[in-house]
């Protein structure tokens, strides 16, 4: 490596570094919280390493039942109880009530059999599965939150099952984020593409000023942008008002608290993400090229498909992307104009992070959805590179 290298490295160090320490550091801190079990170790750490042994089969001994009701007492007494409740709720519902229930009813009776003392108060102390859920969760690692991003979980022979259906929620989630942001992309395709080619054909003393008015989105908060399309949208609004008074309606529309005032906000705020790239490639192809069609006998619409078109597709690929990236990961503009069916997965990671302080739930649904979306880019990037060979 010679000293010009080393010097470039050195300049780029420090811009690395803090990148990596406040960007990609704190990402990957989160991601592994999805692999984490911590409410039950922390808690009971007895009772964690009893059940880590034990085989899973029957019932547990009395060694490990004694133990937990040690430790279910003095949880209850601390306050620590709700953390380990809540947890096992996720996997079982019911066991947060059964937790709290038998707490109260701690001690047992003197001289008495744990575990027949525990079926006394509730009988699902009798079930295996009621033990199952507390060796999935005694940690340290675990698949748990991953496999409830997807609607599944383990059963306690430890097969993997679908999970009941009151508890399926995330697969239609993520099928309606892909979906939005799909719908989102092709709008802005189709609205942005006519833009593009009408500011890439005009000189650049009338498309500069036109370029301004597509940027001002950027220059407007997102939260602005979505509550002005909320006066825009709503039933007295001026969107409605306006078809009232040219006679194409009879009633104002339902057009907010929808899918619709979801892909309408949404495609606004996106726009400019797929003009500019687009606009770049225009503006670079040489204006020859289709008056050499024309020349040679082609028709105007021949010549566009054949010449011009192909070679807006970088611009086309790289705006359809940025914008269907952007549209997945979306959060205030669909929970102010979309109603409860049209809340994508961005809600949710938000509601488990500040609502429920379920911070294991919300990395594995960001882990499935970067996962999902590295896929789908790494597919669009290869499909992409095979149509410009093709092109060649």
Known sequence: MSRRDIGALALIAPLA?????????????????????????????????????????????????????????????SGALSSVANRLNYDRPGLR???????????????????????????????????????????????????AAL????????????????????????????????????????????????LADLPPRLANPLMILVLLPFWT???VRSMAWMVLLQDQGILNHLLIRLGVIARPLQLIYNRIGVCIAMTHVLLPYFLLPLYAVMRRIPAATTRAALSLGARPGRAFWTVYFPQTLPGVSAGALIVF??????????????????????????????????????????????????????????????RQLALR
């Open 17 to 77: 570094i803090a990148l990596l320490l406040n960007f990609l550091g704190p990402i990957a801190v989160l991601l592994t919280r999805a692999f984490q079990e911590q409410e039950l170790p922390a808690a009971w750490p007895k009772t964690s390493a009893a059940l880590r042994h034990w085989s899973g089969t029957g019932l547990p001994d009395e060694g490990i039942v004694t133990t937990l009701v040690g430790e279910l007492e003095s949880s209850y007494n």
């Open 97 to 147: 009530t059964l937790l709290f229930n038998t707490a109260r009813a701690l001690p047992l009776p003197a001289g008495a059999a744990a575990l027949q003392s525990l079926r006394h108060v509730d009988i699902r102390w009798g079930e295996r599965a009621t033990w199952a859920a507390m060796k999935h969760a005694t940690g340290p690692g675990t698949s748990f939150y991953v496999l």
């Open 151 to 198: 609607d599944r979980r383990l059963d306690a022979d430890g097969r993997l099952i679908s999970a009941p259906a009151a508890q399926v929620v995330f697969i239609e989630v993520f099928g309606r984020t892909f979906a939005v942001g799909a719908i989102v992309t092709l709008l802005c395709v189709a609205l942005g593409y006519p833009v593009a080619y009408l």
């Open 221 to 223: 908060s997102v939260l």
């Open 325 to 386: 990236i952007l549209a997945l990961g979306y959060y205030i503009t669909p929970a102010l104009l979309g109603g409860a069916g049209d809340q994508m997965i961005s809600y949710f990671i938000a509601y488990y992070t500040d609502q429920a302080l379920n911070w294991g739930m919300a990395a594995s649904l960001s882990l499935v959805l970067l996962a999902a979306t590295l896929v789908l880019v790494t597919l669009y990037g290869r499909a992409a590179g095979a």
